[in-house]
């Protein structure tokens, strides 16, 4: 019998590694009493994460990822005294983007105004600041940017903030931060920022998307109105054993993350070696810009590799491990694909 052929998922940005071990154990030993309710709210996430960043518990929100963070968020930006009231509220990002982003704006009445990147990958700022009007309930912009893991320096950052109004709430999306070489300094840029909030989530670096855990920081009043929005048991008993074991566990996390590093690297010259065009990325993913990248993704679907396509842009790849990355550049050597 011929065996089935491999399916790999490389198409979410999870990451490769599961749960360290110590966080493996606080999930496994909240599960023993899970016949009981979690926190009514998460105040004990939320203190491990503000004790992680020195900031006070008021400047923290947790939720139940970084999704239902965002949502909260945005339910406020559109419901805050001040916010346009005549038309549908309009969401500014840069696109091709997180799905999620469109798809809460919809989910919660906003009209999207989708905004260039430049060929880098790079979300073009000139144009985001450029495509807000007085019917913008909300900006948000990623760094490193999904699906195409450029960072935005912390000047461009600056002057993306410096052209916007200063009472219009801006997401800053750092999902993919652990990773970055060089982070902007986020905590001066909200501390500097009182319409600024940076978005994290333990669903990337920290390996537990299925867990369900994010948060934002920011000006106690730039997350307060997320705070209240915080559904009451919405944090598994999970989650909240996780969040303080992950932030535990720095050295075994950095490793983790050199070793996605080096596997994203070899994964990058292997296919700029067979003549893949390729972005250079700071994220666990990387993007093949072009008609000839979306071609590459179909011939890796074509052997069992699932990526995302960007319709008229490019391909998503995720960083999976050293057997992945292998079986990925040997299937396009063999159809010599890129060359
Ligand atoms: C840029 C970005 N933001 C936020 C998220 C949300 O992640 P989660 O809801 O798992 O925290 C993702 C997930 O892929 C993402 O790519």
């Not at 968020?73 to 969401?91: K, N, V």
């Not at 798809?103 to 009445?109: A, F, S, T």
């Not at 915080?230 to 983790?256: C, D, M, N, T």
């Not at 993704?297 to 396509?309: I, M, N, T």
Request: net charge negative; proline share 10%; glycine share 10%.
């Amino acid at each position: 019998m011929i065996p089935p052929r491999p399916v790999y998922r490389c198409d979410l940005n999870e990451s490769a590694y599961p749960p360290l071990p110590e966080v493996a154990e606080a999930i496994a030993s909240a599960t023993r009493t899970a016949n009981r309710y979690p926190e009514f709210l998460p105040h004990g996430p939320r203190a491990a994460v503000a004790a992680h960043l020195g900031l006070d518990p008021d400047c923290v929100t947790v939720g139940a990822g970084g999704t239902a963070v965002v949502a909260s968020l945005l339910a406020e930006a559109a419901s805050r005294p001040g916010a346009p009231t005549l038309s549908a509220p309009r969401l500014s990002t840069p696109m091709p983007t997180f799905d999620g982003f469109a798809i809460l704006g919809r989910m919660l009445g906003y009209d999207v105004d989708p905004t260039p990147l430049h060929d880098d990958g790079a979300p073009d700022l000139a144009a985001l600041a450029a495509s807000v009007t007085p019917s913008t309930a909300a900006v948000i912009v990623c760094s490193p940017h999904n699906p195409t893991g450029a960072v935005l320096g912390e000047d461009r950052i600056r002057g993306l903030l410096a052209a916007l109004p200063d009472d219009l709430p801006v997401i800053l999306d750092e999902a993919y931060v652990e990773y970055c070489a060089a982070p902007p300094d986020s905590r001066a840029l909200v501390a500097d920022h009182p319409n600024l909030v940076v978005l994290r989530t333990f669903s990337k670096a920290y390996g537990l998307a299925g867990v369900r855990v994010g948060y934002a920081f920011g000006a106690p009043g730039a997350v307060a109105g997320a705070r209240r929005r915080e559904v009451p048991f919405g944090i598994s008993a999970a989650a909240q054993a996780a969040v303080p074991a992950a932030l535990a566990a720095r050295r075994p996390l950095a490793e983790r993350v050199a070793a996605m590093r080096r596997e994203r690297d070899r994964l990058t010259a292997g296919l700029v070696a067979i003549g893949c065009p390729v972005l250079p990325s700071q994220a666990n993913f990387v993007y093949l810009p072009g008609e000839v990248g979306i071609e590459v993704g179909r011939v890796l679907r074509g052997v069992g590799v699932l990526g995302r396509e960007y319709a008229g842009h490019g391909f998503r790849l995720t960083v999976a491990d050293e057997a992945v990355t292998d079986y990925v550049l040997g299937a396009l050597e063999l159809t010599a694909h890129c060359a």
